[in-house]
């Protein structure tokens, strides 16, 4: 399928390897990792070039900032928490340029099997703007380069770009698990195969819903983006999310679904309320009873139940993007019924990142589906069909 090298068409003996990972993890004010999912992710590619014998160093962004290097961005609390998570000490080398004299020199100290972190690769300027001059100081570290951050690939940073114009390269087990898992579901699901796709806009799924169209048997919208599709069919869909500019895109998708073939189905009630909180009186509606005043939040019972009935049916499931405002207890039956529906039918379940890994996180249903995928942005342009530049600029095998 993937005519990239992996992890295991590389000589590692001794050797100095330089390994991309997204530590990009969610941080509390006070500076707490609260989701430690993409270290963990990051563990089996770790330990297999420990136990090769080869010196790691690893590198990741965390967060946006904008100026230079922020205490909030450092990647030292990561450092701590890997350490826990493999039981080894983790050599955290500090600097504000994330590669300087005194970071090589401890780094040319470190023995075979050891592992090294280097600072937030965004505290340079150069990093998101994939500079020459950054990728090779990065890529001088070492022999060998290995991407294993999916979640950032679909990204042209010099860290996981640049450097690989420099070195031999791989992508590691993370990398490599991402793509096959959810190239099959595209390239060669067990059909029925559904998309349910949700989140707050149509605007952010068009590329999806354009791609998978030509490829599943049906697609279930829930979540904001369903009042744009529901307005667009002539429904009163009152002060619900609704993308204005985008009622004739929505058209286009529908007539394109029918003349496709594929089943479209959108919600047949929902949960209004007046405000979204968790206090304010709300009642399920049928999508006839619309008034002007009143704005959805969920998906309703009658729509789960449809919804769950297809799931059922089906073989291979993707799943991007809650039903409803999942983080509000009275807004959030749609989306942890459809999690609880997925983790229980015998089907590929494919869980697309971002906000969706969230939710099936929050249900409690995460181990019980196929694959939940490390990438937000990432796994959506990867359902966009879209080429990753950070897969790309892998060395073929
Ligand atoms: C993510 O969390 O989506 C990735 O780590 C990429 O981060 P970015 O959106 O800031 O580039
Ligand atoms: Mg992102």
Redesign the pocket.
């Known amino acids: 399928m993937l005519n990239k090298k992996t992890l295991k068409d590389l000589n590692l003996d001794g050797k100095k390897v330089l390994v991309r990972v997204?530590f990009?993890v969610p941080m509390s004010s006070e500076g707490e990792i609260t989701d430690d999912t993409r270290i963990k992710a990051s563990l089996e590619t770790i330990k297999y070039l420990v136990d090769h014998n080869a010196k790691v160093i690893l590198m990741s962004?965390l967060?946006?900032p904008k100026n230079g290097p922020e205490k909030k961005f450092s990647l030292e609390p990561v450092a701590k928490k890997l350490s826990e998570l493999i039981g080894k000490d983790i050599k955290f080398l500090y600097s504000d340029k994330v590669v300087d004299e005194n970071v090589k020199k401890k780094w040319s100290e470190l023995q075979n099997g050891e592992i090294a972190l280097l600072e937030n690769t965004r505290f340079r300027s150069e990093e998101t703007k994939n500079g020459e001059e950054f990728s090779k100081e990065l890529a001088s570290l070492a022999d060998l380069y290995v991407n294993d951050a999916f979640?950032?690939s679909h990204?042209a940073h010099s860290s996981n770009v640049g450097v690989s114009k420099y070195l031999e390269s791989a992508i590691g087990f993370l990398v490599e698990k991402e793509i096959e898992v959810m190239g099959n579901a595209l390239e060669n699901p067990k059909r029925p195969f559904i998309a349910i796709l949700g989140g707050a806009k149509v605007s952010d799924k068009i590329g999806v819903i354009d791609n998978l169209i030509n490829k599943v048997d049906g697609i279930l919208v829930g979540g904001g983006m369903a009042w744009t599709f529901l307005k667009a069919e002539g429904y009163e869909v009152g002060k619900s999310l609704v993308e204005n500019d985008k009622l004739d895109l929505a058209k286009q998708l529908l007539q394109k679904a029918m003349e496709k073939g594929v089943k479209f189905f959108l919600p047949i009630d929902a949960i209004v309320a007046d405000e979204m909180t968790e206090d304010s009186p709300s009642k399920v509606i049928s999508i006839k009873e619309f008034t002007p005043e009143d704005s959805a939040f969920d998906i309703g019972p009658r729509t789960i139940d449809v919804f769950v009935e297809e799931i059922e049916k089906s073989k291979t499931i993707v799943w991007n993007g809650p039903m409803g405002v999942f983080e509000i207890e009275q807004f959030s039956k749609g989306t942890f019924d459809i999690a609880k529906a997925l983790s229980k039918v015998d089907a590929i379940t494919i869980i697309g990142g971002?906000d969706s890994a969230s939710a099936i996180e929050k249900s409690g249903y995460k181990d019980s589906v196929t694959h939940v995928s490390t990438?937000?942005?990432?796994s959506l342009e990867f359902l966009e069909g879209k080429e990753l530049p950070g897969i790309a600029a892998i060395s073929d095998k």
């Open positions: 997204d990009n962004h967060g946006r979640g950032t990204r971002g990438g937000g942005g990432a």
